[in-house]
């Protein structure tokens, strides 16, 4: 009885599990995700622009990030803090500078580097300083400025992609380079400014550092905001334009990304990384009532009420579209 019992389990137990492994074609039910995706259909991860948001609100809670001062020192911590967390190769360059006012300062240029043993890189900046002055406004105009669309946006915007690098696992290597002392500068010259690219273009972080192309980011949270061609980056960098520019219109956002192009910047980052033979192009801002920089530029209005989550996301998933496709 025993035995034609266990018999009787056994046959149940087969039945059983052909059931669950077929269906009434004999194909496999039960199956294993594959994970694994080929080169030339990499996944792009969805970039979260409240992640974003919250990476600005964290940088203007600091306070204005001045050089010199505790709210300076204090994100610099946490902005090394962050990219090592992301397991990105990370450093500090340090460099002193001095600023049109006869100052000198310690600059410290924040570098984190992903997949550090790829030949093929991108570079990928920012700068992470605050305006010491709203030399702009009517009121306060010798006061810092929180920054939050002029600097802070674009720092959050490339924390979230290296948050994202490991999910994209891009075939390139990805440099993300937070240059410092970029907003200390005034009319008596072009050379007063960008202080911190100016600095790295000629002692790069690597000896014989390049890459591929490097995008800049320069005040890409505000809302509705438009990003025309600019002129530097079209003569510098015209085919990593249109890379970026056809990837965010095959994405729907040519409402951001705008085919004018127009000259309206004088100086910022990407010259000295261009000087350095990078091309490099500059996601920017243009307003055309101005017909230059938006309204609050370099003002009291700069902080977190202007913060455009829709705008962080336009400008962040396009990057990621860019960089996780590119071979």
Not at 4 to 12: G, I, R, T
Not at 87 to 104: P, R
Request: proline share 4%; glycine share 8%; aromatic share 10%.
């Amino acid at each position: 009885m025993k035995n034609k019992l266990v018999a009787v389990l056994l046959m149940a137990v087969v039945i059983g599990f052909s059931a669950c492994n077929s269906n009434q074609s004999g194909a496999s039910v039960v199956k294993v995700k594959d994970t694994t995706q080929s080169a030339d259909n990499r996944v792009v991860p969805d970039f979260n622009a409240d992640s974003a948001y919250a990476f600005t609100q964290r940088q203007v809670d600091f306070g204005p990030r001045v050089p010199g001062t505790a709210a300076h020192a204090k994100c610099a911590d946490y902005l090394v803090s962050k990219l090592k967390a992301y397991h990105l190769e990370t450093m500090v360059q340090h460099g002193t500078v001095k600023t049109f006012d006869g100052k000198q300062f310690d600059l410290k240029n924040i570098i984190g580097s992903y997949n550090p043993s790829a030949t093929k890189r991108i570079l990928l900046t920012s700068h992470w300083d605050a305006r010491p002055f709203a030399d702009d406004d009517s009121v306060g105009r010798d006061k810092p400025i929180d920054a939050a669309i002029d600097g802070a946006s674009g720092v959050s915007v490339a924390l979230e992609v290296a948050r994202n690098l490991a999910q994209a696992h891009p075939e390139v290597g990805v440099d993300i380079v937070f240059f410092d002392l970029e907003d200390y500068g005034n009319e008596s010259g072009m050379n007063t400014w960008c202080l911190g690219s100016q600095y790295w273009s000629q002692n790069p972080h690597k000896v014989g550092y390049s890459a591929e192309f490097g995008i800049l980011l320069d005040m890409v949270g505000a809302p509705g905001a438009v990003f025309p061609k600019e002129s530097n980056s079209v003569t510098y960098a015209s085919t990593y334009v249109d890379k970026v520019w056809n990837a965010a219109a095959a994405l729907g956002y040519s409402n951001y990304f705008s085919s004018e192009n127009i000259s309206f910047v004088g100086i910022d980052d990407h010259i000295p990384v261009n000087k350095a033979g990078i091309p490099c192009i500059d996601i920017i801002q243009y307003d055309k009532a101005t017909q230059g920089f938006a309204p609050f530029h370099h003002t009291h209005k700069d902080n977190m009420s202007l913060v455009d989550r829709q705008t962080l996301k336009a400008v962040g998933q396009t990057l990621l579209e860019v960089i996780t496709k590119e071979k």
